[in-house]
């Protein structure tokens, strides 16, 4: 009735390929210490012969989680590790393990989720619950078959059972599983207001604006020199984004339950709970009411329909003044952005019993200008300039880029960005740091190409990228699949390239490529070439108009007419040559 619950998995894998050995002759079961307790009660081999060989004591080995080990993520979570012996094709591995929870991650409440894996086959999976009449639990399934089987003084027997006959392989940028899969869920929350008074009863206490968080919020926004709400939101919001580290202590119900806004101050670090209970206390502290917002950082584009934890593993903040929502984990973001992993997504606004939805990303707001200034030297070589200025929530995905080229050797960031399209040569790149957050996003290069055409002399050259992000070169490289099945990410962007090529004033510039324009199922794509004696203009546009963050598999088929026609990019050539004067030979 409190929660807590026993669980007994037996099963039994067959191997079907090498693969297969290789991913399933360990296995690698986690629990968290101080609420769990793990016991694997049998296990072993059975060989494609029959025979059966089992798991020893010494087979078995614990350790810790991996991200202990200097990591910014700090956990009480185990690892119990079975090795299988004699592990070939057709072996078939067997496990039993129980597995007690005697602490919840919400008090009084109990969530199971099961969701299948598409690339995996289910000859047969059957879930029973034995449920004590003082809790109720809500089902919601999709594949699975089964309901109440019985019902005692004191118990509620389920059953449920699944098959699977076919596996499906994964595919490139599909949603969570979360979206896509067969599943069975119980829970004891009714809905979704409930778990946010749940989370609640966790964190706002965690919240409250002490005299320290108090002074500490009027100090940021003196210092800021004041200004009116929302500049007061902004200003606390980039005092944490550059003073507080992200760092996670997943220890006990640490994955669920925040520290105090002080305590996170003092530490100087915190993780993403953390961080909005901090900006909620300052906030508070200035008048401005927030909630937290319970989200998925991830593919996860929709919400169960009885709460079970997943899939939201992430916390932000909505301040219902300005509508807006803000992620204070996002230490390359401006203020009134939130990174490509929080949009378009479900959230549970914990303080509001509301459900929100965070905003996609348009074309019309996300754009890249680039102007690239190109030289051709007599010898071949390649002079260049180029600037390239981001604007809109796509510029937070540019800042986080260079977050770890800051006080990088810069020969190396030019090699690397250059070959990324097939270049060499030398250069400078300079660009916005990325918590300059007052300063429109840039980046500004000087670069010298080495020869990409046989030049002097007749010649025929494709228009470089240049120091440059490329992202029209990358979308002609980035082929559609065959056929999807299954939804994938996506968003609205647009691309502005401008390139001017001037020649050497005797080159004879005898082709430029047609004009291209191409505009249907919400993607434009216009390219023009322009000549006016020996300098070259090019402009390239690209508006790819997705309304929402992801995308049904039938735009894929859509897309590949899309493809075709940006290959203009790779099929652009300038025929030229150089005409040299004819000179008569001295006399003796």
């Known amino acids: 009735a409190n929660g807590t619950s026993e669980t007994i998995t037996e099963g039994i894998d067959r191997i079907e390929t090498d693969k297969g050995v290789n991913t399933f002759s360990q296995s690698d079961l986690s629990y968290k210490k101080g609420m769990q307790k793990l016991e694997i009660l049998d296990a072993y081999t059975i060989t494609p012969k029959g ?46 393990i129980k597995e007690t929870d005697y ?98 009863k966790l964190a706002h206490p965690k919240a409250k604006p002490t005299a320290f968080i108090q002074g500490l919020a009027d100090a940021v926004i003196a210092n800021n020199g004041g200004g009116d709400k929302r500049a007061e939101a902004k200003a606390l919001y980039e005092w944490i984004v550059n003073n507080i580290r992200y760092v ?45 917002a319970l989200i998925n ?16 593993n992430h916390v932000i903040t909505y301040i219902p003044e300005f509508d807006l929502y803000v992620d204070a984990t996002a230490q390359s973001t401006p203020f009134g952005i939130i990174p490509y992993g929080d949009r ?55 800042r986080e880029n260079q977050v770890d080229n800051v006080g990088r050797d810069e020969s190396k960031i030019v090699a690397d960005l250059l070959s990324s399209y097939g270049e060499t040569g030398t250069g400078h790149l300079k660009f916005t740091k990325p918590n300059s957050f007052d300063e429109r996003y840039e980046e500004n290069g000087t670069f010298t190409l080495d020869p990409i055409a046989n030049y002097p002399g007749p010649a025929a050259m494709t228009i470089p990228v240049g120091l440059t992000q490329g992202r029209i070169y990358s979308l002609s490289k980035d082929k559609p699949l065959a056929s999807r099945k299954y939804p994938y990410t996506c968003f609205g962007r647009t691309y502005l390239d401008y390139y001017t090529l001037e020649f050497p004033k005797k080159t004879r510039i005898t082709r430029i490529p047609n004009n291209v324009s191409y505009n249907q199922n919400g993607m434009f794509y216009k390219a023009t070439y322009k000549k006016k004696d020996n300098i070259v203009s090019v402009a390239r546009e690209v508006i790819l108009d997705n309304k929402n963050m992801n995308c049904e598999p039938e735009r894929e088929l859509q897309r590949q007419a899309f493809f075709n026609v940006l290959q203009d990019r790779k099929s652009t050539r300038l025929n030229s040559s150089h005409v040299k004067r004819s000179r008569m030979p001295s006399s003796a």
């Open 51 to 96: 025979k059966k060989i089992k798991v020893t004591k010494q087979n078995i080995h614990e350790r810790d989680d991996s991200t202990d080990h200097g990591a910014d993520i700090f956990t009480d979570t185990r690892h119990k590790i079975i090795i299988y012996p004699e592990v070939y094709v057709g072996s078939k591995l067997y496990s039993k």
């Open 248 to 292: 996670a202590v997943y220890v006990n119900n640490g994955g669920f339950e925040p520290h105090t806004a002080e305590s996170i101050v003092k530490n100087k670090y915190g993780d993403c709970k953390d961080h909005a209970v901090l900006y909620e206390a300052l906030l508070a502290a200035r008048g401005i009411k927030s909630s937290p």
């Open 103 to 200: 602490k919840t991650k919400f008090a009084g409440h109990f969530t199971f989720h099961e969701f299948s894996i598409p690339y995996f086959k289910y000859d047969y999976n059957e879930i029973n619950f034995i449920v004590d009449n003082r809790i109720k639990l809500n089902f919601a399934s999709k594949g699975f078959e089964g309901g109440l089987v019985k019902e005692t003084k004191t118990h509620k027997f389920y059953k449920y059972t699944y098959k699977q006959t076919t596996a499906t392989p994964s595919e490139p940028a599909m949603v969570s599983l979360y979206d896509t899969s067969n599943y069975l869920i119980a829970s004891s929350f009714n809905n979704y207001a409930e778990l946010g008074e749940a989370y609640q």
């Open 297 to 312: 950082l991830g593919e996860a584009f929709t919400l169960p329909k009885y709460p079970v934890i997943s899939p939201q």
């Open 344 to 398: 378009d997504k479900p959230t549970v606004l914990t303080a509001l019993n509301q459900i929100g939805r965070t905003p996609a990303m348009k074309a019309s707001e996300n754009i890249v200008r680039t102007i690239v200034k190109l030289k051709i030297q007599t010898d071949g070589r390649i002079e260049g300039l180029s600037s390239t200025a981001v604007s809109g929530p796509i510029e937070s995905g540019y």
